[in-house]
């Protein structure tokens, strides 16, 4: 075996490697988000403080916002214990915003379309580590579709168009897919350039990998909802 055959064997391991450390941590998160989100909506009190107050409910998403900006700005500057705590703390502030959805969607409706979203972003995800084909143009045009839902879905909070909800609600599953696939490869050749020895490095960057794959998640999760979610 020669040394380029040698090389290349380390890269895949290396890869394998950090991917596993990205889907450890994001699948973490999830399953945070989940139990602070049923805790939250089988609380009242806790329901009655987040929904029964406009303010404390913007406040709370104010502050995923501001989390998910410090953690993005800064990760390169804080220590990897601080990156992994306020990561974990974005995914229980998000498990309470979205305890909402277990007061208007059956419980059978949220399990089945968790099922379905784990389905499609593993198959996506299987797609964007094995494909040989460069998927940067497909993550450019999700990006771009991206921004253009988030426009449409601000115009729409004020006009209440359901023609242009179902348009973004679609477009949405197919935007989430494609960059599922994107993000899947583009952290995939990220851990072709860390070093495989357990450093804070190393570990801040399996956690930036997991958020974005995370935020991923939990979108192609609310927009299959609103197409395969039964309301109470």
Do not use: C, H
Request: net charge neutral.
């Amino acid at each position: 075996m020669d040394s380029n055959q040698i090389s290349q064997d380390q890269i895949v391991v290396a890869q394998a490697n950090f991917i596993t450390r990205v889907y450890a941590w994001m699948s973490g998160a999830l399953i945070i988000t989940g139990i602070v989100a049923a805790w939250a909506a089988a609380t009242p009190a806790v329901s009655q403080l987040i929904f029964g107050n406009k303010w404390a409910f913007y406040a709370l998403i104010i502050s995923e916002l501001l989390t998910v900006v410090y953690l993005t700005s800064v990760i390169n500057k804080i220590e990897a214990q601080t990156a992994t705590l306020v990561f974990l703390i974005y995914a229980a502030l998000n498990g309470l915003t979205m305890s909402v959805i277990f007061m208007i969607y059956t419980n059978a409706s949220i399990a089945s379309t968790f099922y379905i979203t784990a389905g499609t972003f593993g198959a996506m995800s299987l797609y964007g580590y094995y494909t040989k084909k460069d998927l940067t143009s497909l993550g450019n045009m999700a990006f771009m579709g991206l921004i253009g839902i988030i426009i449409a879905s601000v115009v729409n909070f004020f006009f209440q168009n359901e023609m242009l909800y179902w348009i973004v609600t679609y477009l949405g599953v197919l935007i989430f897919v494609a960059l599922t696939a994107y993000d899947t490869q583009k952290i995939k050749r990220m851990g072709a350039s860390v070093d495989d020895d357990g450093s804070d490095d190393v570990r801040k960057a399996a956690i930036m990998g997991a958020l974005i794959l995370y935020l991923d998640f939990i979108n192609l999760f609310l927009y299959l909802l609103r197409l395969f979610g039964k309301r109470r």
